[in-house]
């Protein structure tokens, strides 16, 4: 029984939850490729650009249908990275291939490679599980677990795999509200349920969870979307905030939401990436035409 | 063709029918209830819960008389059913539901469907072979497992129903900060369908406490408490439906009086469960 | 938030540490391959118990079966435990047909009445009260309707309806006697009338679904071409909601064919052919209910399962032609208890 335990476990990842100093090392040591059509490499004027993450050729198809095609693209560490694009463009799709999220999905077939730090998370010994720690996903509509607290909603991810010392789970909690400045609001109430706050404050709940694990990548798809404009802007200057600590993509609809917080952006359009590039070179001077009349609203 | 005249009087004619359709078929109901009330009440005496059957002679003399051993009975065999029953009904729910792919599911529902429209005497011929026959005698064990039987489809319909109710945005919401897919299933959301998974059994359990059919070859029945709570599940042992079957078509009065005010408690135990069930689930909403 | 060890903000060394540390093995892959493999297990065990009814009930019954011959054994008019040792079904399969096609023609109008008043014309109060108390028919147990019908319905049809018919037969219609049979009050006339009482809620509860999902758009063309309340029930409700009412008449049947213990005592338990209307009778599931616990003879049992085994078949029969009508129409399931 133990060797067949250990057999089976021995087959589990070698991939360590955080990137250790000397991981970093070697995702550093990476050259910094970037995609089709664009270099994009001097124009923030960052001193040195890391890459977090990165796809090479990323291809993802449901059944017959093309979801997105070849895609390759760089993340680099401590930044935002926007994905625009009309519905449909598939901006979505790839977000979701970034955490494994694919995996869940009928008929998904995901090819091509998406490294973290340099390996590629598709590898067969990789487990997805661990993945989803170390790149956490915010969704368009909050969903709070409903039948827990506040507190437990934010610490789930915790509690959930076994860490339940309670000094630990107060601090994670304190500080991960902290970070999605909820705490404040919250704090004398943490023991309410978390369905019982405003659609703004769910959202930033469902960050505050996301980030109690330490993830080193944030994912948001259109995570502003349902929510009103006084929210959507709290949510944006969060984003500024929390690029310091986490690399963030996120997915939105909303090209002037993408100009203000990215540093850089990625247009996307029925499955192909037509244009990456420096945020306020794309919107200033796009190179693809396709870009500029999206942009120019001409259709979209 | 017809006047308006005649065509609204042919409409009040049919209202009418309606109105007499649903007399018709809800007055046989009140008066069945009316008429178990009116017979059954004197004789849920003290005795009734507190002394064991014994022989039809007990009764004939006068002698303190009573069913407790069948109330006991029936709640130690109800609550065992359930026991085995809520597991594997509950396991295959979540397989219909958290692994939709699933290439036996398919399979599964039709053979789940088909288990739910069987008469439960087949499910106590069934648990008559495994059990009975096997150990050589009547038992409360063989009993219990003919009513998990008759709840174990119940069981997976209504957990497989209940748990896709939850939208799949809560799921995803666990996997995203790094849950595996059991803690998931386990700790999203199948509390977040605990009313639904919750009233499922309960009308599970209450069908099969109002089953008299499976207990005959299973439990059998009992005149008396066995001495030994072993005894009650390797032993036959009474049970309130099956013990007002024997009792109504007995030849003694007195008897006959005791299955009155047995199908009084059954009556309200069962529909006790039901009325829970539906309260629960207007209270979710 | 990566590990910068000198950043206060990342938290305490301990918070750190348990936030570093992998989770064990319970919560990689060997946790979701444990789940996974139990709860298909679990399911199987369910495909496992309905063949297992399926392949038990026949080998039970194979003596009788092939003693018999299954077509023999189904139609042999003879059931014989005491004498001859001859085993034929048709008595209690006729009986079974008779009585539960009887009681869906009985139970069919009415119940189809109900869920049209509770539908379309009774005030929301008095529908959910309606609705409760049809549940609370299906609801009751089948013995508690056993020992009513025993004590009160058997004797009161017969004082009240057998014996009147009866005797007026006798008088002007002698000829009527044979098939009216003798008056006892049990017999399949009353086991007939129970069995319709308790089929009623299945039907209705279908019916009413597939009523409530008429699209407004249809109710309203008829209304707009001038038809009054019953007109537009009769030709835009009803023939759009057949699908409903069609399966949920099925599913009665059903349910009327495996019905158990009401049957077998009220139905007074004769086991040869010809039944008469009046007279006593026997259907599969009141037969085994009668005849199991006293049987001792190898073939007597094995001949019960093999009536088991016929009951599983015709059940299994009707059951999927209902549920592959629901689906067609797709109904929800009904929440009939």
């Known amino acids: ?300 | ?285 | 938030m990566t590990l910068d060890n000198n950043n206060p903000a990342n938290g305490s060394k301990e918070a750190q540490e348990l936030l570093r540390r992998p989770p064990s093995a319970l919560y990689r892959w060997l946790g979701d391959r444990i789940f996974a493999v139990v709860v298909v297990m679990l399911g199987m065990s369910i495909i496992a118990l309905a063949a297992g009814m399926a392949i038990v009930l026949y080998g039970e019954g194979s003596a009788a079966l092939r003693q018999f011959g299954f077509l023999g054994f189904v139609t042999g008019t003879t059931w014989d435990p005491a004498v001859q040792l001859v085993f034929g079904a048709f008595p209690f399969l006729f009986g079974t047909v008779v009585t539960s096609v009887a009681a869906l023609l009985i139970s069919f109008f009415p119940a189809i009445g109900v869920a049209i008043f509770t539908a379309e014309y009774a005030p929301r109060w008095l529908s959910a009260i309606i609705d409760n108390l049809i549940q609370l028919i299906a609801a009751v147990p089948s013995v508690v309707i056993g020992i009513w019908g025993i004590f009160v319905l058997a004797p009161w049809m017969r004082d009240n309806v057998y014996l009147p018919i009866f005797t007026w037969a006798e008088t002007s219609y002698p000829a009527l006697l044979p098939i009216l049979g003798n008056p006892m009050g049990y017999g399949l006339a009353t086991a007939t009338i129970v069995l319709s009482l308790m089929i009623v809620p299945f039907t209705t509860a279908l019916a009413k679904d597939a009523i409530k999902s008429v699209p407004v758009a249809q109710r309203e063309a008829s209304r707009a071409l001038g038809a009054t309340k019953w007109e537009v029930i009769r030709m835009a409700v009803l023939p759009y909601a057949r699908g409903g009412i069609l399966a949920g008449a099925i599913l009665s049947l059903g349910r009327a064919i495996g019905e158990t213990m009401a049957v077998a005592m009220l139905i007074g338990n004769k086991n040869t052919l010809p039944f008469s209307i009046f007279g006593a009778g026997a259907t599969m599931p009141s037969v085994i209910v009668n005849e199991f616990r006293e049987a001792v003879e190898t073939l007597h049992l094995s001949s019960l399962m093999a009536v088991g085994f016929t009951l599983f078949i015709i059940a299994l029969i009707v059951n999927l032609a209902a549920a592959y009508l629901t689906r067609k129409f797709s109904i929800k399931g009904g929440q009939v208890v």
């Open chain 2, 1 to 285: 063709m017809k006047t308006l005249l005649q065509r609204n009087i042919r409409d009040r004619i049919m209202e009418s029918l309606l109105v007499l359709s649903t007399i018709v078929v809800l007055l046989p109901l009140i008066i069945i209830l009316v008429h178990v009330v009116l017979n059954g009440i004197s004789a849920l005496n003290w005795d009734f819960f507190t002394q064991e059957l014994g022989s039809p002679s007990r009764a004939m003399q006068g002698r303190p008389t009573g069913l407790v051993h069948t109330i006991i009975g029936t709640v130690v065999i109800d609550f065992l059913a359930l026991f085995l029953a809520v597991p594997i009904g509950m396991g295959a729910g979540i397989m219909l539901s958290e692994f939709p792919d699933h290439k036996l599911n398919p399979t599964l529902r039709i053979m789940n469907d088909t288990l739910n429209g069987m008469p439960a005497i087949l499910k106590g011929l069934l648990a008559f072979v495994l059990i009975v026959k096997p150990m050589g005698t009547f038992s409360g064990l063989a009993g219990a497992v003919a009513l998990a039987f008759v709840m174990i489809p119940i069981i997976a319909r209504t957990t497989e129903s209940a748990l896709m109710s939850i939208p799949w945005s809560i799921r995803e919401a666990g996997l995203a900060i790094g849950l595996p897919r059991w803690r998931v299933v386990l700790s999203t959301v199948m509390p977040a369908a605990r009313f639904g998974l919750v009233t499922g059994t309960l009308i599970a359990f209450a069908r099969a406490a109002g089953e008299a059919a499976p207990l005959l070859f299973t439990s059998f029945g009992n005149n008396y408490l066995p001495n030994h709570w072993l005894g009650m599940l390797l032993g036959p042992v009474d049970t309130l439906p099956q013990r007002l079957y024997s009792l109504a078509i007995s030849p003694y009065s007195h008897w006959h009086s005791m299955g009155w005010a047995a199908a009084i408690v059954l009556l309200v135990f069962v529909i006790f469960c039901f009325a829970t069930a539906r309260y629960l689930t207007r209270q979710k909403h």
């Open chain 1, 1 to 300: 029984m133990m060797n067949l335990i250990q057999t089976i476990t021995s087959k589990v990842p070698v991939l360590p939850l955080f990137a250790t100093s000397e991981s970093r090392q070697a995702g550093g040591a990476a050259e910094a490729r970037t995609s089709t059509g664009t270099s994009g490499t001097s124009g923030t004027g960052k001193a040195e650009k890391r890459m977090r993450m990165e796809t090479h050729d990323l291809t993802v198809r449901y059944g017959s249908t093309v979801g997105v095609k070849n895609v390759s693209l760089p993340i680099y560490d401590k930044q935002v990275l926007a994905l625009i694009g009309p519905s449909g463009c598939g901006k979505t799709t790839y977000l979701r291939a970034l955490n494994r999220m694919h995996d869940l999905t009928r008929g998904a077939t995901v090819t091509g490679s998406v490294l973290l730090d340099g390996k590629n998370i598709y590898d067969s010994e990789v487990n997805p599980v661990i993945i989803r720690r170390r790149i956490g996903m915010v969704f368009q509509k909050p969903t709070p677990f409903p039948t827990m607290s506040i507190y437990d909603n934010v610490v789930a991810g915790l509690k959930l795999v076994g860490i339940r010392k309670k000094n630990v789970l107060d601090e994670v909690c304190e500080r991960a509200l902290k970070q999605a400045a909820l705490f404040g609001e919250v704090k004398d109430r943490l023991n309410s349920p978390g369905s019982s706050l405003s659609g703004g404050q769910q959202q930033r709940l469902s960050i505050a969870r996301a980030l109690a694990v330490d993830p080193e990548v944030m994912l948001m798809d259109e995570p502003t979307s349902s929510l009103d404009p006084q929210s959507t802007s709290r949510i944006e200057d969060l984003i500024h905030e929390l690029k310091n600590q986490v690399t963030i993509v996120i997915v939105t609809h909303n090209m002037q939401q993408a100009a203000r917080v990215s540093d850089n952006t990625a247009f996307f359009y029925v499955g192909d990436l037509i244009e990456y590039g420096p945020t306020s070179t794309l919107f200033t001077k796009p190179k693809e035409t396709r870009t500029e009349e999206y942009i120019t609203g001409q259709f979209g």
